[in-house]
Protein backbone atom coordinates (compact mmCIF):
# COMPACT_ATOMS: atom_id res chain seq x y z
CA UNK A 1 0.00 0.00 0.00
CA UNK A 2 0.90 3.16 -1.22
CA UNK A 3 2.06 5.48 2.25
CA UNK A 4 -0.72 8.65 2.08
CA UNK A 5 0.25 12.22 0.58
CA UNK A 6 1.22 14.92 2.96
CA UNK A 7 0.05 18.41 1.74
CA UNK A 8 3.14 20.51 2.01
CA UNK A 9 2.82 24.38 2.74
CA UNK A 10 3.73 26.69 -0.83
CA UNK A 11 6.72 27.96 -0.11
CA UNK A 12 6.51 29.97 -3.37
CA UNK A 13 3.60 31.90 -1.32
CA UNK A 14 3.96 35.02 1.16
CA UNK A 15 2.40 33.49 4.77
CA UNK A 16 -0.08 36.15 5.61
CA UNK A 17 0.38 35.95 9.66
CA UNK A 18 2.53 37.55 12.08
CA UNK A 19 5.25 36.09 14.57
CA UNK A 20 4.75 36.23 18.30
CA UNK A 21 6.91 38.16 20.36
CA UNK A 22 10.04 35.91 22.40
CA UNK A 23 9.98 36.53 26.08
CA UNK A 24 13.40 37.91 26.01
CA UNK A 25 11.92 40.58 23.69
CA UNK A 26 9.05 41.20 25.03
CA UNK A 27 10.45 44.44 27.41
CA UNK A 28 11.94 46.35 24.22
CA UNK A 29 8.39 45.83 22.74
CA UNK A 30 5.70 47.26 25.22
CA UNK A 31 8.30 49.89 26.18
CA UNK A 32 7.45 52.32 29.34
CA UNK A 33 4.34 49.54 29.77
CA UNK A 34 6.60 46.71 30.34
CA UNK A 35 6.62 47.74 34.05
CA UNK A 36 3.56 46.83 34.34
CA UNK A 37 3.39 43.31 33.76
CA UNK A 38 2.69 40.65 36.92
CA UNK A 39 0.45 41.17 39.91
CA UNK A 40 0.29 44.28 42.04
CA UNK A 41 -1.41 44.15 45.56
CA UNK A 42 -2.30 46.80 48.10
CA UNK A 43 -4.70 49.43 49.85
CA UNK A 44 -6.26 53.06 48.55
CA UNK A 45 -9.19 54.92 48.83
CA UNK A 46 -12.54 55.55 47.28
CA UNK A 47 -14.41 58.91 46.99
CA UNK A 48 -17.92 58.84 44.94
CA UNK A 49 -20.89 60.91 44.78
CA UNK A 50 -24.34 58.54 44.14
CA UNK A 51 -27.90 59.45 43.09
CA UNK A 52 -30.11 58.17 46.11
CA UNK A 53 -33.52 57.88 44.97
CA UNK A 54 -33.72 54.49 46.30
CA UNK A 55 -35.39 53.93 50.07
CA UNK A 56 -33.87 49.69 49.93
CA UNK A 57 -30.96 49.58 51.63
CA UNK A 58 -27.85 50.35 51.50
CA UNK A 59 -29.54 53.11 49.92
CA UNK A 60 -30.79 56.32 52.35
CA UNK A 61 -33.06 57.71 50.01
CA UNK A 62 -35.24 59.53 48.88
CA UNK A 63 -32.75 61.76 48.66
CA UNK A 64 -30.75 63.84 45.30
CA UNK A 65 -27.49 61.74 46.59
CA UNK A 66 -25.53 60.64 49.19
CA UNK A 67 -21.40 60.63 49.51
CA UNK A 68 -19.97 57.43 49.62
CA UNK A 69 -16.09 57.26 50.84
CA UNK A 70 -14.26 53.79 50.98
CA UNK A 71 -11.00 52.24 52.46
CA UNK A 72 -10.13 49.34 49.44
CA UNK A 73 -7.88 46.67 49.19
CA UNK A 74 -6.64 45.64 45.82
CA UNK A 75 -5.84 43.32 43.40
CA UNK A 76 -4.26 43.70 39.78
CA UNK A 77 -3.40 41.90 37.30
CA UNK A 78 -1.26 42.19 34.20
CA UNK A 79 0.04 39.43 31.47
CA UNK A 80 1.68 40.48 28.23
CA UNK A 81 -0.45 39.68 24.94
CA UNK A 82 2.42 37.86 23.90
CA UNK A 83 2.30 38.63 20.38
CA UNK A 84 2.39 41.31 18.26
CA UNK A 85 -1.43 43.01 16.88
CA UNK A 86 -1.12 43.98 13.56
CA UNK A 87 -3.35 47.45 12.75
CA UNK A 88 -3.77 47.96 8.79
CA UNK A 89 -2.75 51.16 7.20
CA UNK A 90 -3.91 52.65 4.35
CA UNK A 91 -3.44 55.78 1.84
CA UNK A 92 -0.09 56.67 2.85
CA UNK A 93 0.46 54.47 6.21
CA UNK A 94 1.57 51.57 6.24
CA UNK A 95 0.44 48.76 8.80
CA UNK A 96 1.36 49.23 12.45
CA UNK A 97 2.01 46.62 14.68
CA UNK A 98 0.39 47.14 18.27
CA UNK A 99 1.63 45.28 21.70
CA UNK A 100 0.40 45.23 24.84
CA UNK A 101 -1.18 43.69 28.22
CA UNK A 102 -4.02 42.17 29.08
CA UNK A 103 -5.35 43.30 32.62
CA UNK A 104 -7.97 42.35 35.76
CA UNK A 105 -8.74 45.00 38.49
CA UNK A 106 -10.17 43.73 41.40
CA UNK A 107 -11.25 46.39 44.23
CA UNK A 108 -13.15 45.04 47.77
CA UNK A 109 -14.03 47.28 50.74
CA UNK A 110 -11.00 47.19 53.52
CA UNK A 111 -13.54 46.62 56.18
CA UNK A 112 -16.23 44.30 54.90
CA UNK A 113 -14.43 42.77 51.85
CA UNK A 114 -17.43 43.66 49.88
CA UNK A 115 -16.49 43.61 46.15
CA UNK A 116 -16.46 46.91 44.81
CA UNK A 117 -15.04 47.26 42.12
CA UNK A 118 -13.63 44.56 38.15
CA UNK A 119 -12.33 45.61 35.40
CA UNK A 120 -11.01 43.70 32.47
CA UNK A 121 -9.11 45.77 29.94
CA UNK A 122 -5.95 46.51 27.64
CA UNK A 123 -3.10 48.83 28.07
CA UNK A 124 -1.78 48.90 24.20
CA UNK A 125 1.72 50.58 23.05
CA UNK A 126 0.90 52.19 19.39
CA UNK A 127 3.80 53.29 17.60
CA UNK A 128 4.27 56.85 15.66
CA UNK A 129 1.69 57.20 12.73
CA UNK A 130 1.85 59.65 9.93
CA UNK A 131 -1.96 58.81 9.24
CA UNK A 132 -3.13 60.49 11.84
CA UNK A 133 0.58 62.62 11.71
CA UNK A 134 1.06 61.84 15.74
CA UNK A 135 3.99 60.83 17.80
CA UNK A 136 3.67 57.32 19.81
CA UNK A 137 1.36 56.92 22.47
CA UNK A 138 -0.49 54.39 24.96
CA UNK A 139 -3.98 53.55 25.13
CA UNK A 140 -5.94 51.69 28.40
CA UNK A 141 -9.25 49.86 27.12
CA UNK A 142 -11.52 49.02 29.85
CA UNK A 143 -15.28 47.29 30.03
CA UNK A 144 -17.02 48.05 33.52
CA UNK A 145 -19.67 45.56 34.10
CA UNK A 146 -22.14 48.67 35.09
CA UNK A 147 -22.39 48.99 31.36
CA UNK A 148 -19.78 51.43 30.80
CA UNK A 149 -16.75 50.94 28.18
CA UNK A 150 -13.67 53.34 28.42
CA UNK A 151 -11.09 54.07 25.70
CA UNK A 152 -8.09 56.22 27.19
CA UNK A 153 -5.35 57.18 25.56
CA UNK A 154 -2.30 59.27 26.08
CA UNK A 155 1.54 59.42 26.78
CA UNK A 156 4.49 58.29 29.22
CA UNK A 157 7.85 59.26 30.15
CA UNK A 158 10.72 58.22 32.65
CA UNK A 159 12.33 60.47 35.13
CA UNK A 160 15.36 59.46 37.46
CA UNK A 161 13.51 60.56 40.75
CA UNK A 162 9.77 60.29 42.31
CA UNK A 163 6.96 61.33 41.00
CA UNK A 164 5.38 64.61 40.94
CA UNK A 165 1.61 63.94 42.64
CA UNK A 166 -0.88 67.46 42.26
CA UNK A 167 -3.78 68.08 44.06
CA UNK A 168 -7.16 66.69 42.74
CA UNK A 169 -10.10 68.32 43.46
CA UNK A 170 -13.66 66.21 44.55
CA UNK A 171 -15.76 69.54 44.46
CA UNK A 172 -18.44 69.40 42.39
CA UNK A 173 -18.91 71.23 39.43
CA UNK A 174 -21.97 72.80 37.36
CA UNK A 175 -23.27 71.60 34.30
CA UNK A 176 -24.56 73.75 32.65
CA UNK A 177 -23.55 76.83 34.77
CA UNK A 178 -25.95 78.41 37.57
CA UNK A 179 -26.33 76.19 40.16
CA UNK A 180 -25.57 76.85 43.65
CA UNK A 181 -23.06 74.36 44.76
CA UNK A 182 -21.85 76.33 47.96
CA UNK A 183 -24.62 74.54 49.76
CA UNK A 184 -25.78 71.35 50.18
CA UNK A 185 -24.11 69.47 47.19
CA UNK A 186 -20.44 70.42 49.29
CA UNK A 187 -21.85 69.76 52.97
CA UNK A 188 -21.54 65.74 52.71
CA UNK A 189 -17.86 66.29 51.87
CA UNK A 190 -17.18 69.46 54.00
CA UNK A 191 -18.92 67.74 57.18
CA UNK A 192 -19.44 63.57 56.48
CA UNK A 193 -21.74 62.46 59.16
CA UNK A 194 -20.68 59.24 58.93
CA UNK A 195 -17.74 57.89 60.30
CA UNK A 196 -14.35 58.27 57.90
CA UNK A 197 -13.57 54.47 57.19
CA UNK A 198 -10.26 53.14 58.61
CA UNK A 199 -7.13 55.26 57.46
CA UNK A 200 -9.02 57.62 55.57
CA UNK A 201 -7.41 60.74 56.92
CA UNK A 202 -10.21 64.04 56.50
CA UNK A 203 -7.85 65.85 54.57
CA UNK A 204 -8.26 62.99 51.53
CA UNK A 205 -11.69 64.43 50.97
CA UNK A 206 -10.52 67.65 49.75
CA UNK A 207 -7.49 66.07 48.28
CA UNK A 208 -7.22 62.35 47.45
CA UNK A 209 -4.08 62.63 46.18
CA UNK A 210 -2.35 63.27 49.56
CA UNK A 211 -3.16 59.38 50.59
CA UNK A 212 -0.41 58.87 47.50
CA UNK A 213 1.85 61.52 49.16
CA UNK A 214 1.39 59.67 52.73
CA UNK A 215 2.16 56.59 51.52
CA UNK A 216 5.45 57.28 50.16
CA UNK A 217 6.65 60.00 52.74
CA UNK A 218 10.42 58.86 53.65
CA UNK A 219 10.54 55.88 50.70
CA UNK A 220 13.94 56.56 48.35
CA UNK A 221 12.24 56.38 44.69
CA UNK A 222 15.29 56.31 42.53
CA UNK A 223 13.21 56.06 39.28
CA UNK A 224 9.86 56.24 38.22
CA UNK A 225 7.64 55.48 34.65
CA UNK A 226 4.34 57.79 34.40
CA UNK A 227 1.98 56.82 32.25
CA UNK A 228 -0.91 59.09 31.54
CA UNK A 229 -4.16 58.72 30.18
CA UNK A 230 -6.96 60.57 29.53
CA UNK A 231 -10.42 59.77 27.33
CA UNK A 232 -10.88 63.46 26.30
CA UNK A 233 -8.74 65.57 23.56
CA UNK A 234 -5.65 66.80 24.80
CA UNK A 235 -5.08 70.59 25.32
CA UNK A 236 -2.31 70.43 23.55
CA UNK A 237 -1.80 67.59 20.50
CA UNK A 238 -4.10 66.18 17.74
CA UNK A 239 -7.54 66.71 18.31
CA UNK A 240 -7.61 62.85 16.36
CA UNK A 241 -5.88 61.32 20.25
CA UNK A 242 -9.51 62.20 21.60
CA UNK A 243 -10.57 58.43 23.19
CA UNK A 244 -14.35 58.53 24.87
CA UNK A 245 -16.84 56.83 26.83
CA UNK A 246 -19.69 54.44 26.20
CA UNK A 247 -23.02 53.87 28.60
CA UNK A 248 -25.87 51.95 28.35
CA UNK A 249 -29.27 54.01 28.03
CA UNK A 250 -29.43 53.64 32.07
CA UNK A 251 -26.55 54.99 32.66
CA UNK A 252 -26.71 57.57 30.24
CA UNK A 253 -30.11 58.43 32.19
CA UNK A 254 -29.09 58.29 35.97
CA UNK A 255 -25.41 58.57 36.12
CA UNK A 256 -23.53 58.94 33.21
CA UNK A 257 -19.62 58.22 33.34
CA UNK A 258 -18.80 61.06 30.45
CA UNK A 259 -14.90 61.03 31.11
CA UNK A 260 -11.96 59.65 32.47
CA UNK A 261 -8.32 61.05 33.65
CA UNK A 262 -5.57 58.45 35.08
CA UNK A 263 -2.05 58.82 36.16
CA UNK A 264 -0.15 55.85 36.69
CA UNK A 265 3.64 55.81 38.56
CA UNK A 266 5.44 53.25 38.19
CA UNK A 267 8.39 53.59 41.08
CA UNK A 268 11.30 51.67 41.73
CA UNK A 269 12.32 52.20 45.73
CA UNK A 270 15.69 52.06 47.41
CA UNK A 271 15.75 50.72 50.56
CA UNK A 272 18.92 51.27 53.50
CA UNK A 273 20.82 48.47 52.38
CA UNK A 274 20.18 48.95 48.72
CA UNK A 275 18.18 46.50 47.88
CA UNK A 276 14.83 47.96 45.78
CA UNK A 277 11.25 46.57 45.36
CA UNK A 278 8.72 48.18 42.96
CA UNK A 279 5.63 49.68 43.49
CA UNK A 280 2.56 51.18 41.87
CA UNK A 281 0.44 54.06 42.59
CA UNK A 282 -1.86 55.53 40.57
CA UNK A 283 -4.70 58.00 40.53
CA UNK A 284 -8.09 58.20 38.69
CA UNK A 285 -10.70 60.70 38.14
CA UNK A 286 -14.33 59.80 36.25
CA UNK A 287 -16.50 62.34 35.80
CA UNK A 288 -20.20 60.86 36.86
CA UNK A 289 -23.42 63.67 35.74
CA UNK A 290 -26.47 63.65 37.17
CA UNK A 291 -28.48 66.20 38.83
CA UNK A 292 -26.88 68.22 35.79
CA UNK A 293 -23.59 68.31 38.05
CA UNK A 294 -20.60 67.01 37.21
CA UNK A 295 -19.40 65.05 40.12
CA UNK A 296 -15.61 63.57 40.82
CA UNK A 297 -15.35 60.14 41.49
CA UNK A 298 -11.55 59.75 42.39
CA UNK A 299 -9.94 56.63 43.15
CA UNK A 300 -6.04 55.98 44.28
CA UNK A 301 -4.08 53.14 45.66
CA UNK A 302 -0.41 52.07 46.20
CA UNK A 303 0.32 48.82 45.15
CA UNK A 304 3.05 46.35 45.46
CA UNK A 305 4.68 44.05 43.04
CA UNK A 306 4.72 40.50 43.80
Known amino acids: MAAPVVPQPDTTQPVNTRPGIPLAELPDALGLLSGLAGSWIGTGFNLVSLPDFDSRPPSTGPAPFRVLLSSTVEILEFTPIGGKVPNRGSTNQDDIDIVGLRYLQRVADRVT ?31 IPHGTSVLAIGQGFEIPSGPRIDPVSSTPL ?22 LPPGFDPGYIANMNQALLDAIAGQ ?30 F ?48 SVATLVKQ
Open 113 to 143: NQALHIEPGFWLSVPATTVPSDGPTIVRQAS
Open 174 to 195: SNPPGQDLSGKYLEPLTHPTLP
Open 220 to 249: TIVDTVVLIISTRAPAQGPAARAGGTLNIP
Open 251 to 298: DISNANATSMDAIFWIETVRQADGSTFVQLQYTQTVILNFLGIDWPHI
